[in-house]
């Protein structure tokens, strides 16, 4: 599976971005895909995760929303009310046989994409 991040760039506090992740080699429907961000001189964080149901990290549940696109075998991340602490560099995941447990761990996804930049200015 490879997979594509793009979208990143940068907004002003309140603003919006839409990222999106582009997979070949496997369906995105057979697969659990999640977002994850990682900021200067933090360690990676869960973001939003989906399969059948989504999930996202409490920082940004009701900010984000994350959507699958069977037909064009993408998964997106509608990013709004964004806050300069949402400034990381996003990356998207996915693997299979993923439990709902599991779905918050970076070490439970076996393929992951390169990064996008997501700069949120005050």
């Known amino acids: 599976v490879q997979l594509q991040a793009s979208g990143g760039g940068l907004v002003q506090a309140g603003g919006s971005l839409r990222l999106s992740c582009a997979a070949s080699g496997r369906t995105v429907s057979r697969l659990v895909v999640g977002w994850f961000r990682q900021a200067p001189g933090k360690e990676r964080e869960f973001v939003a995760a989906?399969?059948?149901?989504?999930a996202y990290a409490d920082s940004v549940k009701g900010r984000f929303t994350i959507s699958r696109d069977n037909a064009k075998n993408t998964v997106s991340l509608q990013m709004s009310s964004l806050k300069p602490e949402d400034t990381a560099v996003y990356y998207c995941?996915?693997?299979?046989?993923?439990?709902?447990?599991?779905?918050?761990?970076?070490?439970?996804?076996?393929?992951w994409g390169q990064g996008t930049l997501v700069t949120v200015s005050s």
């Open positions: 995941a996915a693997g299979s046989g993923i439990i709902l447990s599991s779905m918050r761990q970076g070490a439970a996804y076996n393929y």
């Open positions: 989906i399969k059948t149901n989504p």
